[in-house]
């Protein structure tokens, strides 16, 4: 290793450490100052509540320290604002006014206010401020005291709020929607696999009328499908095309965390090489803080890699399973409710019950093969085909089941968050044979599809 990329690794290693520690005794010498800030006279029973109008603020994952300041009423004052994290930061009132985005260790000095009532400033970056980077702004003596708002717009205790988006169960796709393509092409040629992924943030329709600002590798929920052989090289470009920081970490390699899955600032770029030692449906998905947040916005896919002697089968497909934590129309998903795991609906491939409305057309008496990922962020996942038997199972890197003298079948393919696998089977007659998560309080919150086997009538479609 050259001298350059040792420092360069020690120091951002040493950001991290440092972050923490700052942080750590950020939050002593706040709970400290807080309860220094007021005291009560024996001889009136009045309380006295302290003021100031300069303080010094540190920023980090995911604190403001202090995390409340008290100031008098109808007075200017002044911060020094520094970031002691690993990530830019900002600090605005209101998320208004206040800082411009402040590099790891760099400073700022501003002067807010006056104020006649207490407020709240935090950091303006998607999640931060559900995440904890939320200050307290007391004006001390006035009307409003004690009323500041601490939880972020949208969800207070996890719960949907007013201005969330919508889903209806009888809602359809406008005409010219297209679901998306669930067949699984074969691993491509050679042994070397040059990939470009750009992190971006769009909207996107993610129901029938719902849309949402998704986080995505490459404008799409999930991310492109990337498949190749055990001893395979892949070499992916990653360009972060979007406003705000986002890295990658696939599940598949085994590389230094702190090098290939640093976070990338807008318009910056690396590559991350990896050498494919293991089978195995794997989750690759961006790890920025809040990870929760960054997975739970779309930023996720799969990396499929064939264990040896694979089978031939008549057709492949894939299946990503997910939730949808729902903010306002066209903005991003709602952290509060992620962190709550309350979500508005469990999709197959990014939209709510895509393959009720584009059911997958296959024939009978074909063998079949499905890879399913459970990309989460925190819901487990049953895949289930109603009407037919598995008989190869596949899950984490081995088969759990093969056809033999046993004569045994599989049900479901069960899988946590991030694991992955396949079943092989095929379907005995024509029909509409239903799949879902046999979970079935998400199977009727949008994780059900149709397979539709052989000559039949697409009005046949119905529920289960």
Not at 238 to 266: C, W, Y
Not at 367 to 380: A, K, L, M, N, T
Request: proline residues 7%.
């Amino acid at each position: 290793m050259s001298a350059a990329k040792m420092a360069r690794e020690d120091r951002d290693t040493g950001w991290w450490v440092a972050s923490f520690v700052i942080g750590v005794l950020a939050l002593i010498v706040a709970s400290v100052s807080f309860g220094m800030g007021s005291r009560t006279s024996a001889d009136s029973g009045l309380k006295i509540v302290k003021t100031a109008t300069e303080f010094d603020v540190q920023l980090g994952e995911f604190f403001v320290s202090p995390a409340t300041i008290n100031v008098a009423p109808r007075t200017a004052i002044t911060l020094h604002v520094k970031n002691a994290g690993t990530m830019p930061h900002d600090l605005k009132v209101e998320g208004v006014t206040g800082t411009e985005m402040l590099l790891p260790g760099e400073s700022a000095t501003i002067v807010i206010g006056p104020f006649d009532a207490s407020a709240a400033a935090w950091c303006t970056v998607p999640g931060h401020k559900a995440a904890g980077m939320l200050m307290a702004i007391h004006v001390v003596g006035s009307a409003s005291e004690g009323t500041i708002q601490t939880t972020p717009p949208g969800g207070t205790s996890g719960g949907s709020g007013p201005a969330d988006a919508k889903i209806s169960p009888l809602a359809k796709p406008a005409a010219g929607w297209v679901a998306r393509d669930p067949e699984l092409p074969a691993a491509p040629a050679g042994t070397v696999h040059e990939v470009s992924l750009d992190a971006t943030e769009t909207v996107l329709e993610v129901a029938p009328g719902v849309t949402q600002e998704m986080w995505t590798f490459n404008n799409q929920v999930p991310g492109p499908v990337l498949r190749g052989k055990v001893g395979d090289t892949f070499r992916v470009t990653l360009t972060n095309r979007g406003k705000i920081g986002h890295s990658i970490d696939f599940h598949a390699s085994r590389v230094a965390p702190n090098v290939e899955m640093r976070t990338l600032q807008p318009g910056e770029s690396l590559v991350y090489e990896f050498k494919a030692d293991y089978a195995g449906a794997f989750m690759y998905h961006c790890g920025t803080a809040p990870t929760l947040h960054h997975i739970g916005n779309g930023m996720f896919g799969a990396i499929i890699i064939d264990p040896p002697g694979l089978q031939p089968v008549d057709k492949e497909f894939f299946f990503s399973q997910s939730e949808l934590y729902l903010g306002p129309q066209g903005q991003p998903g709602d952290l509060t409710k992620m962190m709550s795991e309350n979500y508005d609906a469990v999709v197959f491939n990014g939209y709510y019950n895509q393959y009720v409305h584009a059911p997958i057309k296959v024939d009978a008496n074909k063998r079949y093969r499905i890879w399913v990922v459970d990309d989460g962020p925190s819901e487990d996942s049953t895949f289930h085909i109603v009407g037919t038997i598995f008989d190869t199972v596949f899950k984490e890197g081995t088969y759990t089941l093969k056809p033999d003298a046993s004569s045994g079948g599989s049900q479901a393919l069960d899988l946590q968050p991030s694991q992955g696998g396949f079943v092989e089977f095929s379907f005995a007659v024509d029909g509409v044979y239903p799949f879902v998560t046999h979970k079935f309080a998400d199977a009727s919150k949008g994780a059900l599809g149709y397979f539709a086997v052989g000559a039949v009538d697409p009005g046949a479609m119905g529920g289960h």
